[in-house]
């Protein structure tokens, strides 16, 4: 719920530019950690799904 524009990339998926109230889904079929990061704030915004069985 920011204020700023973000998007959401993590190599296989990808968001456009989001803002507030903006919200972006992706279904991962394989387990494992994907990182992800903001391509506008790519130093402060970042994160990680993990995903199990």
């Keep these: 719920m920011d204020s ?8 296989r998926f990808r968001s456009e530019a989001m803002r507030q109230g ?3 889904s992706y279904t ?3 387990a494992g950690t994907y990182y992800y990061m903001c391509t506008v704030h790519p130093y402060r915004v970042t994160g990680q799904v993990i995903v199990t069985g």
């Design 4 to 11: 700023a524009v973000h998007t959401i990339d993590g190599g």
């Design 22 to 24: 903006d919200s972006y």
């Design 28 to 30: 991962f079929n394989q």
